[in-house]
């Protein structure tokens, strides 16, 4: 879909220069932001979760490694 999306928005914008067109620009116009959100979507779909940071501190580490208050 998105290499779709990206051929269109290139086809669009040819047939601008050919044509000298309004139309054909105001079709990439709107297209372009179509295009970022698909991509964005698919991004943050494929995202890896961050880890969950522990609450616990430094209870967790061993006596060698505590930070002196």
Do not use: C, H
């Not at 044509?19 to 116009?29: D, I, K, R």
């Not at 179509?34 to 580490?61: D, I, N």
């Amino acid at each position: 879909m998105r290499i779709a999306a990206l051929i269109f928005i290139i086809l669009a914008v040819g047939a601008n220069f050919y044509f000298n067109n309004l139309t054909s620009l105001v079709v990439a116009m709107f297209s372009f932001p179509v295009l970022v959100w698909v991509l964005l979507r698919r991004r943050r779909k494929t995202l890896p979760m961050p880890k969950q940071s522990s609450r616990r501190g430094a209870e967790e580490l061993p006596p060698n490694d505590r930070v002196a208050s």
